[in-house]
């Protein structure tokens, strides 16, 4: 009995040791699994995508004369697009319009798109952003507008209210298509059509983060495209998400309390790849906010939304908005 008390401390030792390892080994297997990720789900395939998706437009294009603009060849080929070529500099910028528009003036497009971005002391990546995003959404062909929304004060983060900011002022120009985008993620496929399609699509289900696989089902976040209508008609989103975390969750349970389904595109056509970043400081209260979000479902979002605007200015690549929040 004594010997194995001699004993007994390195044993505890060895067995420690041995469990960490496994336990390390564990974890490494399981994230490099890849099962671990919703790799099978429900997608549109190429030759469904262009009759998914919804043809309106703003006012002033819909009055246009011009031969409509044909999409079947940029959807069928899906160029590669993120090429250092286009991301150095911005090509023919003089055909980019005050406040970030874009119309092509060769044909008549069939969308009309407003890109809300959510932004705070990010510049590098801002400016990443814009030139990549004007080079690579020129050329599919519809109208758009980039709308960059940043928050003055100095409270926590608070991007889902950003986006409800970035949805009244869309409205403004009469934008039937909202796609909400951080400034982080870039398209890496051109026959990802930048326009809404008739169920909330979530864009980035490809994202290089995560080995261009979907985490899970229930995801919509990063780039998500809604129509104004579905926006709306869900109250938009929470205003209450300060810091990182749980806003795309609960926007995804108000679809869902609405029976509205989403989509996503064949991950062929929703890859995306994500800039290198610090992260943000959790909300210590996402998951107690997400637990009770579909008692605010009603009244926490566009209708209870206020904010003050600080400064708003047409920049040649961006409309921008300057509002405390």
């Given at each position: 009995?004594?010997?194995?008390?001699?004993?007994?401390?390195q044993f505890c030792d060895f067995v420690q040791k041995y469990c960490i390892q496994i336990g390390c080994t564990l974890l490494v297997l399981y994230c490099l699994w890849p099962?671990?990720?919703?790799?099978?789900?429900?997608?549109?395939?190429?030759?469904?995508?262009?009759?998914?998706?919804?043809?309106?437009?703003?006012?002033?294009?819909?009055?246009?004369?011009?031969?409509?603009?044909?999409?079947?060849?940029?959807?069928?080929?899906?160029?590669?697009?993120?090429?250092?070529?286009?991301?150095?500099?911005?090509?023919?910028?003089?055909?980019?319009?005050?406040?970030?528009?874009?119309?092509?003036?060769?044909?008549?497009?069939?969308?009309?798109?407003?890109?809300?971005?959510?932004?705070?002391?990010?510049?590098?990546?801002?400016?990443?952003?814009?030139?990549?995003?004007?080079?690579?959404?020129?050329?599919?062909?519809?109208?758009?507008?980039?709308?960059?929304?940043?928050?003055?004060?100095?409270?926590?983060?608070?991007?889902?209210?950003?986006?409800?900011?970035?949805?009244?002022?869309?409205?403004?120009?009469?934008?039937?298509?909202?796609?909400?985008?951080?400034?982080?993620?870039?398209?890496?496929?051109?026959?990802?059509?930048?326009?809404?399609?008739?169920?909330?699509?979530?864009?980035?289900?490809?994202?290089?983060?995560?080995?261009?696989h979907l985490p899970y089902t229930g995801l919509f976040g990063g780039a998500v495209a809604v129509q104004n209508t579905d926006f709306v008609k869900i109250n938009g989103m929470?205003?209450?998400?300060?810091?990182?975390?749980?806003?795309?969750?609960?926007l995804y349970g108000r679809l869902k309390a609405k029976e509205i389904d989403i989509c996503r595109f064949a991950p062929e056509y929703s890859e995306y790849t994500m800039l290198?970043?610090?992260?943000?400081?959790?909300?210590?209260?996402?998951?107690?906010?997400?637990?009770?979000?579909?008692?605010?479902?009603?009244?926490?979002?566009?209708?209870?939304?206020?904010?003050?605007?600080?400064?708003?200015?047409?920049?040649?690549?961006?409309?921008?908005?300057?509002?405390?929040?």
């Amino acid at each position: 009995m004594k010997v194995l008390f001699k004993f007994l401390p390195q044993f505890c030792d060895f067995v420690q040791k041995y469990c960490i390892q496994i336990g390390c080994t564990l974890l490494v297997l399981y994230c490099l699994w890849p099962t671990r990720f919703a790799s099978h789900y429900e997608y549109l395939t190429s030759d469904q995508i262009f009759d998914n998706l919804v043809q309106r437009t703003t006012r002033n294009v819909t009055l246009s004369q011009q031969m409509e603009c044909d999409y079947s060849d940029i959807i069928m080929d899906n160029t590669y697009m993120y090429k250092t070529s286009y991301q150095s500099e911005i090509f023919d910028s003089s055909e980019i319009q005050l406040g970030g528009v874009y119309q092509p003036e060769r044909c008549k497009p069939l969308f009309s798109t407003a890109i809300i971005v959510p932004y705070r002391q990010r510049e590098k990546q801002l400016q990443a952003f814009l030139i990549y995003m004007h080079n690579y959404l020129r050329k599919q062909n519809i109208n758009y507008r980039i709308f960059v929304v940043e928050q003055f004060d100095a409270k926590p983060f608070n991007r889902a209210k950003l986006f409800n900011i970035g949805s009244v002022y869309a409205t403004r120009y009469d934008y039937p298509c909202f796609i909400f985008h951080d400034v982080d993620l870039m398209p890496m496929r051109l026959g990802h059509i930048y326009a809404c399609s008739q169920k909330p699509r979530h864009m980035c289900s490809a994202l290089d983060k995560f080995r261009f696989h979907l985490p899970y089902t229930g995801l919509f976040g990063g780039a998500v495209a809604v129509q104004n209508t579905d926006f709306v008609k869900i109250n938009g989103m929470s205003n209450m998400f300060q810091g990182w975390g749980g806003e795309d969750d609960d926007l995804y349970g108000r679809l869902k309390a609405k029976e509205i389904d989403i989509c996503r595109f064949a991950p062929e056509y929703s890859e995306y790849t994500m800039l290198q970043h610090a992260p943000e400081t959790p909300n210590k209260d996402r998951l107690a906010f997400l637990r009770d979000g579909h008692l605010r479902f009603h009244s926490d979002g566009l209708n209870s939304l206020t904010f003050k605007e600080k400064d708003f200015k047409l920049h040649k690549l961006f409309t921008h908005v300057l509002v405390e929040t």
